[in-house]
């Protein structure tokens, strides 16, 4: 198994740009989860999923939208890029929302 | 106050001490802990999980004790590889949201 996949590693993108980060796990986990991580905040809950069908929003969901067609994939999309959304972003999964959760290598983001 | 609050540390411990992490929280709700381990610019990494009283995987052990709200973390025979920063995590508001409490996470430096 690959566990948590995430691309891309890496991404700069100038301010207004919109971009799709895309996380996948083979892991047939039903719960999937979006972070960020900023230096001094920890990690912060964006929005997650449940399920196939069922979003939600986390603690900082403004500026982010995400979907969840299937069991596997949970993109994350950057509407209009700004300054503040630099960070680390980490997917991460579980096979329920009250056990523990995997984490995807991150994607380090830089918006200028 | 933070919701999960850990000592940022830098520990600096030799090879084969024994160190202990203390972290606090102030949700009396929260069901379940984790002990995640991270390395620089890596993916948190799941240590442990802590469900009930404590639990003991090797030379870790966790304590957790719900009438003082502290969850602890004991390395024996500390190794030069568990140098990593330790993040303290609980499981916010119902559990049935996953959403992740994390604290600012422990610094650990082992050395020769």
């Known amino acids: 198994n690959a566990g948590v996949t995430q691309t891309p590693k890496f991404q700069v993108l100038k301010t207004g740009q919109s971009m799709t980060l895309q996380c996948a796990q083979d892991m047939n986990h039903e719960y999937m989860s979006w972070y960020r991580q900023d230096p001094g905040m920890g990690l912060r809950l964006i929005h997650y999923s449940v399920g196939a069908g069922i979003t939600d929003q986390g603690e900082v969901p403004n500026g982010y939208n995400v979907s969840r067609s299937t069991t596997e994939d949970f993109p994350l999309r950057l509407l209009s890029a700004a300054p503040s959304q630099t960070s680390v972003y980490f997917c991460?999964?579980?096979?329920?929302?009250?056990?523990?959760?995997?984490f995807g290598p991150g994607t380090r983001l830089t918006v200028t | 106050r933070k919701e999960v609050e850990q000592d940022p540390g830098p520990f600096n411990v030799p090879e084969g001490a024994t160190v202990a992490f203390n972290c606090t929280y102030s949700n009396s709700a929260s069901q379940s802990f984790f002990w995640y381990r991270q390395d620089c610019r890596k993916e948190p990494k799941l240590l442990m999980s802590v469900y009930s009283s404590g639990n003991e995987d090797g030379r870790f052990t966790a304590q957790l004790n719900r009438a003082s709200q502290y969850i602890s973390l004991l390395i024996r025979d500390s190794k030069l590889s568990d140098s990593a920063t330790y993040l303290c995590?609980?499981?916010?508001?119902?559990?049935?949201?996953?959403?992740?409490?994390f604290g600012q996470g422990t610094t650990l430096q082992v050395k020769p």
């Open positions: 995590v609980g499981l916010g508001g119902s559990g049935n949201t996953g959403k992740l409490i």
């Open positions: 991460a999964s579980s096979r329920d929302p009250r056990y523990e959760q995997y």
